[in-house]
């Protein structure tokens, strides 16, 4: 079956669940057993501004989603969300989590900040408070007991992509690596430096200095212009990158302008969120990326949640959103197995005997380190009907 044969199917399946979706809805409405668990109080940690205010707004939408197809309730107790504005730095994602805790939340998700999740750590384990991080997630982020995370390990999308990367640029070629000077970017590098190939960084091909950007997350209209015509006089075969929200949008117009037309390589949220409606085919057409998840997967549990998220939101839903509907759904199974009266400790502890999750992004489950054994996927940017999508090329590996 051709590729857009496979993409006409799956929104044939989208349309027919949406269908099955509404009967399902109403089915658990008329149903729905009554809460018999003491209410919760649920914290989520995202930000309300600047360049990550999107990615924000996608995970709680994603939460919030679980919330509204499962009656307001995790694990059979009504659930009262709170919300706390992350900010940019350890200082105010601290604050964040003070609030909250104050506010009586026996749990907490989001934070999209890599540097705000490695602020609030020991604040986190000090108040034995389980967090499920649905972003942010360095590297350097081990030995924790209460933080768990659903969405992936930072050096990951660039182990996925390395080998396919170094499949596809020849011997004696050249790949010039861009990114922020940050710690999540250093993470990126490193896993596809050590997945490129068998020479891993001493690998000619990727041998070149990595070119540091500036690593706001509100760029103006030429702020890398500088450092794509230093990755261009290299004369590479392709370029690397790891940008995200409004910085993503502003490299890949700039480096259009700059006047390549080669191919460009990502971890997948170079291309998520709203970016790629803020941005033109002719900019985006050569951008393949590597990301633990695709609107266009085509399993039960994808076709619900993304039918429900296009019917709320108009959009289709990103990895954003998904890894914040997993964190709803792994808190609901935790706070089912803690009981009728769930403290944060017991929470906890559920978390660690919760198994499989059924999730959009396929199976998956937590290993030892807390984070998601799962599967990453190769996408590339093209027309879908009128809009620009992220459309699934094929699976890449099993990483976790």
Known sequence: MSQMN??????????????????????????ASPPTGKPVKIGLIAPRDGGYKAIGNEIVNGFQLYLNLHDQQLGNHPVTLLTADEGTNAKTGKAAVESLLKQGAVALTGVVNSTVMAGIRDTVEKARVPLIGS??????????????????????????????????????????????????????????????????????????????????????????????????????????CHFGGVAAVQFIKQLYRAGWTGPTYAPGFLTEGTVLSEVQEVEARNIVTALNYSAYLNNTANRTFA???????????????????DAAQVLDKAIRLAGTNPDS?????????????????GAWQFNQPRTPQQKW?????????????NVLVNELATLG
């Open 6 to 31: 496979r993409r006409r199917a799956l929104h044939l399946m989208t349309a027919l669940g949406t269908i099955g979706l509404t009967a399902a809805c109403a089915s658990e409405d008329e149903n």
């Open 135 to 240: 972003n942010a997630s360095p590297k350097s982020l081990q030995s924790v007991v209460y933080i768990w995370r659903t969405s992936y390990v930072l050096d990951e999308p660039g182990r996925a992509l390395g080998p396919y990367l170094a499949q596809q640029v020849p011997a004696g070629g050249r790949v010039a690596i861009v990114a922020p000077d940050t710690p999540g970017s250093r993470d990126v590098i490193q896993g596809l430096q050590e997945r490129f190939s068998k020479a891993g960084a001493a690998d000619p091909r990727i041998a070149d200095p990595v070119i540091w950007a500036d690593p706001t997350d509100t760029p103006g209209s030429s702020t890398y212009m500088a450092d794509i015509r230093a990755a261009l006089h290299r004369r590479p075969d392709a370029i690397f």
């Open 307 to 325: 039918t429900a998220y296009r019917k709320a939101h108009g959009s289709s839903p990103t990895t954003y959103a998904m890894a914040s509907y």
């Open 345 to 361: 400790q017991q929470i906890n502890l559920a978390l660690g005997k919760i198994g499989q999750i059924d999730s959009p992004r």
């Open 377 to 389: 996927y190769l996408r590339k940017v093209q027309r879908d009907g009128r809009a620009l999508s």
